[in-house]
């Protein structure tokens, strides 16, 4: 009896963890590299900094286009990143100016500040723990 009700409250905690689908809300300026996403619980190192995040996930681009997945999200306060990692060398490319040379794209569809990356208070939703797809704006400042 007692591994049933632990088996119930196992299942009971779960219940409420949801999924979180994103994709690019346009085709990607080509097939190459990864499409990376980076789903955050707080501000410290958003958007570039993904060992700071709450969980990361990559697909593999067909046809300039991919789709990642985040499963088991509770119901919370969030953000999410996305880069177009066109060389897969894991993090956004930037020139001498700190302009990004890769596509970008933040939740609430964000822009980024004059000098600076998109910041965690704008780009925060609020998830209910069930399922959302998302299409955000991959932003490209280099062409």
Known sequence: MRFIVLTALAFAGTAHAGKITVESAQ????SEGMFRCALWTQGEGYPGETDNAFKTAEAKIVDNGAVCTF?????????ISILHDANNNGKIDLNVLGIPKE???ASNDVPPGPMSPPNFEDAAFDFD???VNMALLMRYLLG
Do not use: I, N
């Open 27 to 30: 085709p990607l300026q080509g």
């Open 71 to 79: 499963e088991g999200v509770e119901k919370g306060r969030y953000a």
């Open 103 to 105: 596509g970008f794209g």
């Open 129 to 131: 723990g069930t399922e």
